[in-house]
């Protein structure tokens, strides 16, 4: 009895679980800020009975996914404090969801193991008081893990379309995903349509299929508004025309339309900066900004392609400098340096040197891989891969820690345990037999007289 309360993960993470609370309540902001208050505004549609205001100002700048959510708690006139509270639950849930994934695969302690790490990541930190998507989709992506590992173990249906209704519903909280899904299930029927074994494949078909028959209610809504297809939003082109910046001294990070400078890290509020981001941009995003929001989108993206096209290699060095904000939270346009990236960097290098370790094992064991492993490193690729050519931050990389876990825990379980002691090169010579060296050739007489 005692053994299985002390294994039990409910009860050894519920610990977490008051020091999240504990930190919300601490660090909380008295006002809404940011993206808070589009959400909460978003929620405030759904109360009227809309999402999007009509056209011409239509606005899809994310998914529903989070409005949905905390939509119940708005209507009810529920303190935004108490609504970010659900943070430390969505939290505690997906570390307790990770070592349950794990544990399908590997021991309790490589399970207890990788379930702290995400319990203690410091970056989870810095997003739980703010009434932002990051702590549940990151429950999500957990519970993700968790329902293709039960597949995988269990080989019962539904955990397979439990999978699928949660990758769906995930792809209405990060519309990035809706790209993952379509490039996902692309990927998967083609290599079902080459591989004599198709069972995994046709698995990740029938869950990316699932998932995007959630979305298909959302899409519809896209079609009507805005008379265009597998319409996402229309946060994209904007990020895409940051990323796509020519200009140097500028990492493909994203600045406010009003080119002042006013956003993370710190705010570098010279009337030297402010000038070069006006000289650099404000001809261009002048003129967008006089049409409405979706022709905004397209034109954002238009000038995009434009930069990309004329320069590519710079393309290719903010794709490189993003990749590095994901990791290491640097660099950063016309920006003081922050002290607290040096936290980032540390914690960065150790995931950048797990990561091309647990990629080398994976490429040698690529036979044996699993498939709830095979396709959550599918999911995330695309996904990493896509966020990469936008403006990234550590928050786009954040919320593929579950997955970056389970996928180290599996292959921790299967790697032989290394070792830092040296071979003791004289451990067995009193073992061995002067019958042994009858055949070596030694004169044995000669080497004892001696």
Same mark, same amino acid.
């Given at each position: 009895?005692?053994?299985?309360?002390?294994?039990?993960?409910?009860?050894?993470?519920?610990?977490?679980?008051?020091?999240?609370?504990?930190?919300?309540?601490?660090?909380?902001?008295?006002?809404?800020?940011?993206?808070?208050?589009?959400?909460?505004?978003?929620?405030?549609?759904?109360?009227?009975?809309?999402?999007?205001?009509?056209?011409?100002?239509?606005?899809?700048?994310?998914? @529903?996914?989070?409005?949905?959510?905390?939509?119940?708690?708005?209507?009810?006139?529920?303190?935004? =404090?108490?609504?970010?509270?659900?943070?430390?639950?969505?939290?505690?849930?997906?570390?307790?969801?990770?070592?349950?994934?794990?544990?399908?695969?590997?021991?309790?302690? %490589?399970?207890?193991?990788?379930?702290?790490? +995400?319990?203690?990541?410091?970056?989870?930190?810095?997003?739980?008081? %703010?009434?932002?998507?990051?702590?549940?989709?990151?429950?999500?992506?957990?519970?993700?893990?968790?329902?293709?590992?039960?597949?995988?173990?269990?080989?019962?249906?539904?955990?397979?379309?439990?999978?699928?209704?949660?990758?769906?519903?995930?792809?209405?909280?990060?519309?990035?995903?809706?790209?993952?899904?379509?490039?996902?299930?692309?990927?998967?029927?083609?290599?079902?349509?080459?591989?004599?074994?198709?069972?995994?494949?046709?698995?990740?078909?029938?869950?990316? +299929?699932?998932?995007?028959?959630?979305?298909?209610?959302?899409?519809?809504?896209?079609?009507?508004?805005?008379?265009?297809?597998?319409?996402?939003?229309?946060?994209?082109?904007?990020?895409?025309?940051?990323?796509?910046?020519?200009? !140097?001294?500028?990492?493909?990070?994203?600045?406010?339309?009003?080119?002042?400078?006013?956003?993370?890290?710190?705010?570098?509020?010279?009337? !030297?900066?402010?000038?070069?981001?006006?000289?650099?941009?404000?001809?261009?995003?002048?003129?967008?900004?006089?049409?409405?929001?979706?022709?905004?989108?397209?034109?954002?993206?238009?000038?995009?392609?434009?930069?990309?096209?004329?320069?590519?290699?710079?393309?290719?060095?903010?794709?490189?400098?993003?990749?590095?904000?994901?990791?290491?939270?640097? @660099?950063?346009?016309?920006?003081?340096?922050?002290?607290? %990236?040096?936290?980032?960097?540390?914690?960065?290098?150790?995931?950048?040197?797990?990561?091309?370790?647990?990629?080398?094992?994976?490429?040698?064991?690529?036979?044996?891989?699993?498939?709830?492993?095979?396709?959550?490193?599918?999911?995330?690729?695309?996904?990493?891969?896509?966020?990469?050519?936008?403006?990234?931050?550590?928050?786009?990389?954040?919320?593929?820690?579950?997955?970056?876990?389970?996928? =180290?825990?599996?292959?921790?379980?299967?790697?032989?345990?290394?070792?830092?002691?040296?071979?003791?090169?004289?451990?067995?010579?009193?073992?061995?037999?002067?019958?042994?060296?009858?055949?070596?050739? %030694?004169?044995?007489?000669?080497?004892?007289?001696?």
């Amino acid at each position: 009895m005692s053994r299985r309360l002390t294994r039990n993960p409910f009860l050894i993470f519920s610990p977490f679980l008051f020091i999240y609370s504990w930190f919300i309540i601490a660090h909380k902001w008295p006002k809404l800020y940011g993206d808070e208050i589009r959400y909460v505004d978003f929620a405030h549609n759904l109360i009227h009975g809309f999402y999007s205001p009509a056209a011409p100002h239509i606005n899809l700048w994310n998914g @529903p996914g989070f409005p949905l959510v905390i939509w119940p708690f708005i209507a009810l006139h529920v303190p935004v =404090l108490y609504i970010t509270l659900l943070n430390a639950l969505y939290q505690y849930f997906a570390v307790v969801m990770l070592y349950k994934s794990v544990r399908l695969v590997a021991s309790h302690t %490589i399970a207890l193991v990788a379930a702290l790490l +995400l319990a203690i990541y410091p970056n989870a930190f810095s997003v739980l008081p %703010i009434l932002y998507t990051e702590a549940l989709t990151v429950f999500l992506i957990s519970a993700f893990v968790y329902s293709i590992t039960l597949f995988y173990a269990k080989r019962k249906n539904k955990h397979l379309i439990i999978a699928g209704l949660l990758l769906g519903f995930l792809t209405l909280v990060k519309i990035i995903f809706g790209y993952v899904l379509i490039l996902g299930l692309v990927i998967s029927a083609v290599t079902a349509l080459f591989k004599r074994n198709k069972t995994n494949a046709l698995k990740s078909s029938y869950i990316f +299929l699932l998932a995007l028959g959630v979305t298909l209610p959302y899409l519809a809504y896209t079609y009507r508004l805005t008379g265009k297809p597998f319409y996402w939003g229309n946060s994209g082109g904007m990020s895409l025309y940051w990323m796509s910046t020519p200009y !140097e001294h500028e990492y493909g990070d994203w600045k406010v339309p009003q080119l002042n400078n006013h956003q993370y890290p710190i705010l570098f509020k010279s009337a !030297e900066t402010v000038a070069i981001l006006k000289k650099n941009h404000a001809k261009e995003i002048q003129f967008i900004l006089k049409h409405n929001e979706l022709e905004q989108d397209a034109l954002f993206k238009q000038y995009a392609i434009r930069n990309i096209r004329q320069h590519p290699f710079k393309f290719i060095k903010n794709y490189y400098y993003n990749a590095s904000r994901m990791l290491f939270n640097f @660099p950063y346009s016309y920006s003081y340096q922050d002290g607290a %990236i040096v936290t980032n960097i540390i914690s960065g290098s150790l995931i950048l040197f797990s990561a091309i370790l647990g990629l080398i094992a994976t490429w040698v064991n690529r036979r044996s891989l699993i498939f709830p492993v095979k396709l959550l490193l599918l999911i995330s690729g695309v996904y990493l891969g896509l966020s990469g050519a936008l403006s990234a931050y550590p928050r786009q990389f954040d919320v593929m820690m579950p997955v970056l876990l389970f996928w =180290l825990g599996f292959l921790a379980a299967r790697i032989p345990t290394p070792t830092f002691r040296f071979v003791d090169e004289n451990a067995n010579i009193d073992d061995i037999s002067l019958q042994d060296l009858s055949g070596t050739g %030694i004169d044995i007489e000669k080497t004892v007289k001696d």
